[in-house]
């Protein structure tokens, strides 16, 4: 069974940063890509990153040049560092590790953004 745990949201300052971590457990494929994804209230999920193990990385046009993901293949954790977060970075976080025949997600992490 694969479990993602997040971990790192909270409530911030229009300006400021966070670091959201996520860890995967249990028994995956080694050829999988990591990402995060986001939810706002009233709005579809919608992909925010992604990163290969291979470290090739994905970004929502939204968050270029202030969201850096990164990950650690040892530790299967994958890494979120927000900088210049504004009030519609305002979602649940999700988690992802997709392999060819499977998506796992975690159960989510808020982040706020007050203005």
């Known amino acids: 069974q694969v479990q993602l745990v997040e971990s790192g949201g909270g409530l911030v300052q229009a300006g400021g940063s966070l670091r959201l971590s996520c860890t995967a457990s249990?028994?995956?494929?080694?050829?999988?890509?990591m990402g995060w994804y986001r939810q706002a209230p009233g709005k579809q999920r919608e992909l925010v990153a992604t990163v290969t193990r291979a470290y090739d990385t994905n970004y929502a046009d939204s968050v270029k040049g202030r969201f850096t993901i990164s990950r650690d293949n040892a530790k299967n954790t994958v890494y979120l560092q927000m900088n210049s977060l504004k009030p519609e970075d305002t979602a649940i976080y999700y988690c992802s590790l997709m392999t060819r025949v499977y998506e796992y997600w975690g159960q989510g992490t808020q982040v706020t953004v007050s203005s």
């Open positions: 249990g028994i995956f494929s080694s050829i999988n890509v």
